[in-house]
């Protein structure tokens, strides 16, 4: 079993998508286990203060560095082997490699930021690592957790039914390099408002369309990453 704790002041954001598709098929045959827990709980009442001016001036609000380290401990006491992510725009940019990696650990503890960010000493004392989802800002890590959970639990054992469907598809170290995103794909009917399905695919030559999809593969990845 996949557990994974997740740190947020907004844990409603996550009801639903617990509660839905392959996420809640794995929830159910305890496959995995999600817990949210609210880093306001960690803050002094009555107001449960989770933010602060920065220090040195400047727009917006930094997080607090008590109420987050001292979560983060107490989802460690839960997960003591867990690995700490930071969702955050100043990580490194999650990849497929880095999902794979992910996906063999037993526990995971997702923290999610908001505002402009949080205390560097939460960083320095209590995360192992930070993420980044893109080079984009977001409101906060929630939606990025999401991303992550998602992309990690797919690869573990029995959550997709037909196992195949992982193993030949974007950045899968089965197509090509593992750097391509996957070949267009086509269903019924074989033709529709003119567009006709590539005849090779019709063939039942699994050896042809298997080379056929290597080259759409590196034809489209060339097309959208603007490789010259």
Known sequence: MLQIEILTIFPNIFESFLQTSLVAKAIERKLLQVKTTNIRDFSS????????????????????????????????????????????????????????????????????GRYEGIDQRVIDLAIDEELSVGDFVVMGGEVPAMLVLEACLRLRPDVIHNSESISFESFSPTLGDGTLVESPQYTRPEEYRGLRVPDILLSGNHKAIAEWRVSQAEIKTKRIREIK
């Open 45 to 112: 009442p009555p107001h449960h203060k989770v933010d602060d001016s920065p220090y040195g001036g400047g727009a917006g609000m930094v997080m607090l560095v008590d109420p987050l380290v001292r979560a983060i401990e107490v989802a460690k006491s839960r997960l003591p082997g867990a690995r700490v992510v930071l969702l955050s725009p100043g990580g490194p940019r999650f990849k497929q490699s880095k999902a794979l990696e992910l996906s063999k650990l037993d526990s995971l503890i997702f923290v999610c």
